[in-house]
């Protein structure tokens, strides 16, 4: 379950209930969760808890698939899909892999995006972006004046800001997604300590270390 309350179509919210008529059909999306893509939809019952933010947050969604981008949607969903994957965001790596392949991308091209380094199925402009968005959400913007040059061999400054704009914008719905526990986000961490066998508490190297001790 989601950390945050949910906020269905009891909130009166003219705007997301217009988006629930969308992608739940006649149902609660509470009572009913479940979208045609697979997920609970519980992203937007969260977010319905703040009506305006509802609103913020899906107005940005249709800034970057306007027609009035200048930025190859390829290229875009590049960015989207690998930044969900390195916040290690299921959600947004998942849903985006499905935009991915939507926008042209081939099965090969989505399967490397976890390993693009090492892959040959982009093309120069296309690692461009993979490594610009690395530096983006990895290195916090740290952008090396050779990737950038890269983006600008390519690329118009207005596209250049379209990406970095829908790139770091998805750096956090993997972030948020993944602190709210939302959607596919839903998962106990697995960074947790791992009980010796019979309930002993000894450290290992501790041990290693009074081995080491006793020969000299």
């Not at 906020?7 to 009166?12: I, K, L, P, S, V």
């Not at 499905?98 to 390993?115: M, N, W």
């Not at 693009?116 to 004046?145: F, H, K, M, P």
Request: with cysteine; hydrophobic share 35%; aromatic share 10%.
């Amino acid at each position: 379950m989601p950390r945050l309350k949910q906020a269905g179509r009891e909130a009166g919210n003219p705007f997301a209930n217009r988006i629930f008529d969308l992608l739940f059909e006649d149902r609660d999306p509470v009572e009913s969760p479940g979208t045609a893509t697979g997920t609970p939809g519980n992203w937007w019952t969260v977010f319905n808890i703040v009506p305006d933010a509802f609103k913020h947050t899906t107005e940005g969604f249709q800034f970057y698939r306007s027609k009035e981008r200048k930025l190859d949607p390829k290229l875009r969903e590049l960015g989207q899909t690998r930044a969900g994957f390195t916040v290690g965001s299921q959600f947004v790596f998942s849903q985006h892999c499905k935009a991915s392949r939507d926008v042209g991308l081939t099965e090969a091209q989505i399967e490397a995006i976890p390993h693009w380094q090492v892959a040959n199925c982009y093309s120069e402009i296309e690692r461009a972006v993979l490594a610009y968005t690395d530096a983006l959400v990895l290195q916090r913007g740290r952008v090396s004046d050779g990737v950038f040059l890269a983006l600008k061999a390519s690329l118009s400054d207005e596209e250049i800001l379209e990406l970095t704009y829908t790139t770091c914008t998805y750096m956090m719905h993997a972030v948020m997604s993944r602190a709210l526990r939302l959607e596919y986000d839903d998962v106990d961490d697995r960074i947790v300590e791992v009980p010796a066998p019979g309930g002993d508490s000894a450290d290992v190297m501790s041990m290693v270390d009074d081995n080491k001790k006793g020969e000299e």
